[in-house]
């Protein structure tokens, strides 16, 4: 505690140096300060003072010529710098000298300098922030998150949210020009944030103001491509409504030569065909992506087909969703398109056919075709309960990816540069031969494979088809455990030579699965503990990999890694990552040992936070201490509720360290 000659001495400075402040005023007019012989004298006020009141009788304020960086992000020139430095140590004095003399003062005058004491904790909170680190974010990195979150956004609504809507000043992005001038700068200068348009009914109907809303969006964007949605339709629309939707179109078709990707919705009573018409000039020399809705009603309709879209030299990729039997109308679709430049198909369109006459008639034309996707049309079908005629077979000879919801289509396809394959839903438990004709009529070698269904999993990689493949994705587990299913298979064992990276929903299919080059490693849904930690071992005892990247997900996550493991299997382990996983006491302790993981050199753990379960608190910190005491190692921690396990750490163990690694940027919380 200061001394009352050092408290004397310190007054006596700022009175000579003109920096008395109206907290020494009620600290020297106290009893205390009278018995201890201090008096206080005339002091004129400062003229220039950065602390002037904001309310009476206070006087701790933001000073007027610092008031712009409430209004702003950004950080101070040199000179300014210089300024708030000085302010924050002169405030910072202040409260010393209040907390040193307000423990001997009772009454109200220990009140009045509680007061003050909080003011000058509420300056230096508002100070310390005009000069954070976050204000000398770069305007570039500013961009980059604005953009990111662009990203984010979908451009129809998602299940539990909404789409990306420019007609409300409440959305995205307009809403980054309301948080102060810095960020409304960067925002109105980045042509990206206005870049996407998206056409609805509710949208136009709800704002105030569209045309002139879009008319700023456009300009806002410069010259950069634009990706449009129209879903417009015109049940109960009214004359006004459909004239402010024909403006908002118009407003649209004059920018055509700037968009790259046009999504036109269709539907009962749909208006969007109506524009169509005035498409049949427009330049569209950046349109790379193009997706139609198809309806039975578009052969009857009177409008044609834009031929526009003949002329787009950058149009790669096609998406055709809908429900139709009509081939007239199919064809009237793909006579207005570019088919032999096409090489992206996403064909979503429902027939109540058996044979899917429809989609192989599409793909005739399309010869160059790189990635086709089928994600629901045609799903009924299956040739061997079909008695209907079978479809000519499709050459495909540049098709190297496919995303299937029935594999049967690929009976019918000769793809003999087929590299991935990605099965939609689960296969039927006996899935017949037309599967695996796939080896027997095309010469394809896979590199990557996503295969849902366990049950054919391990009969599909035996395949010679998929002996070079280097990137396995299986995220449905079907059933319980796999130990407790009937498979059928036992003789069936899978070995790939190439395989480098996996990503498994059932860790069983570590048990039939010899991977030697295995680099990275996520296992999924570790909720049982025994059967994983079985079926996790089997990975290291019949195989030779030298995993570099690991990460599990489950209850039973942190249980499955034995010291064993840690010390003798996992000795190559460069990051590992545990998520949504319980404590595990002996697990943490194991952490600590120097020839646990040598080489780390991340570490992320996401624990499940339970109020009925005791943690070893101290222990998980001097893990962390340990972790980065060895080699430095970034530690990644986070946990729910945040506060509760963060103040536990730091209060329960040592926590000097973890300080340490925390201002490092080596340990990090959240």
Not at 429 to 435: H, L, V
Not at 506 to 529: G, K
Not at 575 to 602: F, G, I, K, M
Request: with cysteine; charged share 20%.
């Amino acid at each position: 505690m200061m001394s009352t000659g050092e408290s004397r001495r310190l007054f006596c400075a700022k009175v000579q140096s003109n920096l008395i402040m109206p907290c020494e005023k009620a600290v020297l007019s106290s009893p205390l300060a009278s018995s201890a012989g201090f008096k206080f004298p005339s002091v004129p006020s400062p003229k220039n003072s950065l602390m002037k009141p904001t309310r009476q009788p206070r006087s701790w304020h933001v000073a007027h010529n610092f008031r712009s960086f409430l209004r702003s992000n950004r950080y101070p020139l040199d000179s300014e710098l210089t300024t708030i430095k000085n302010v924050i140590a002169n405030a910072q004095s202040q409260l010393e000298l209040i907390q040193n003399l307000r423990s001997g003062i009772i009454g109200g005058d220990a009140e009045d300098l509680r007061e003050e004491e909080a003011d000058i904790e509420a300056f230096l909170v508002i100070h310390k922030g005009f000069i954070s680190a976050i204000r000398r974010f770069p305007r570039e990195i500013l961009c980059e998150i604005f953009c990111h979150i662009l990203d984010m956004c979908s451009m129809v609504a998602p299940p539990n949210g909404e789409a990306l809507n420019i007609f409300s000043h409440r959305q995205y992005p307009w809403v980054l020009g309301r948080v102060c001038s810095e960020w409304r700068m960067v925002s109105i200068g980045l042509p990206p944030l206005w870049s996407r348009v998206n056409l609805q009914n509710h949208m136009i109907l709800l704002s105030r103001n569209p045309e002139k809303m879009l008319t700023t969006c456009l300009e806002r964007s410069g010259k950069h491509s634009l990706e449009i949605v129209i879903a417009l339709q015109d049940y109960g629309m009214s004359l006004p409504m459909m004239s402010r939707c024909k403006t908002l179109l118009q407003l649209l078709s004059s920018q055509s030569q700037r968009w790259e990707s046009l999504t036109l919705s269709d539907g009962p009573r749909s208006c969007v065909w109506s524009i169509m018409s005035r498409l049949k000039d427009a330049q569209l020399p950046l349109l790379r992506e193009l997706h139609l809705f198809v309806s039975p009603e578009m052969p009857v309709l009177d409008v044609r087909f834009p031929t526009c879209f003949r002329n787009c030299p950058r149009l790669k990729t096609i998406m055709l969703s809908g429900v139709t039997d009509s081939e007239q109308g199919i064809s009237y679709i793909l006579n207005g398109l570019p088919c032999s430049q096409l090489t992206c198909l996403n064909w979503n369109v429902v027939t109540t056919w058996a044979v899917p006459t429809l989609l192989f008639g599409a793909l005739r034309r399309m010869p160059n075709l790189v990635d086709f996707r089928c994600s629901n049309g045609e799903s009924r079908y299956s040739h061997e309960y079909s008695h209907e005629p079978k479809p000519l077979s499709v050459s495909l000879r540049h098709l190297r990816k496919v995303s299937l919801a029935n594999f049967a289509i690929l009976k019918h396809i000769d793809a003999p540069a087929l590299k991935c394959i990605e099965v939609l839903y689960p296969l039927p438990q006996r899935p017949g031969r037309t599967f695996f004709e796939l080896s027997g009529n095309s010469s394809c070698r896979m590199e990557e494979a996503n295969l849902p269904s366990f049950s054919t999993c391990i009969p599909i990689l035996s395949l010679p088809n998929f002996q070079d493949i280097e990137e396995l994705t299986h995220t449905r587990p079907s059933g319980p455990s796999g130990i407790n299913r009937r498979i059928h298979f036992t003789d069936a064992y899978a070995t790939l030579p190439r395989l480098r990276k996996m990503n498994l929903g059932d860790h069983e299919i570590l048990r039939w699965i010899s991977a030697p080059a295995l680099e990275d490693l996520q296992v999924n849904n570790l909720d049982s503990r025994p059967t994983a930690s079985i079926s996790f071992l089997a990975l290291h005892e019949l195989s030779s990999c030298v995993l570099t990247r690991l990460t599990l997900q489950g209850m039973a996550a942190l249980h499955v890694l034995t010291p064993t493991l840690l010390v003798r299997d996992l000795a190559s382990l460069l990051e590992l990552r545990v998520y949504e996983a319980r404590y595990n006491e002996d697990l943490v302790q194991s952490l600590t040992v120097p020839e646990a993981l040598p080489v780390l050199q991340r570490l992320v753990i996401s624990l499940m936070i339970s109020p009925h379960h005791r943690y070893d608190l101290p222990a998980l910190a001097a893990m962390i201490e340990c972790r980065w005491s060895i080699s430095h190692q970034p530690v990644t921690i986070s946990f729910s509720p945040r506060d509760y396990l963060y103040q536990s750490i730091l209060h329960d163990g040592d926590g000097a360290l973890v300080r340490r690694a925390m201002e490092a940027g080596k340990l990090f919380f959240s």
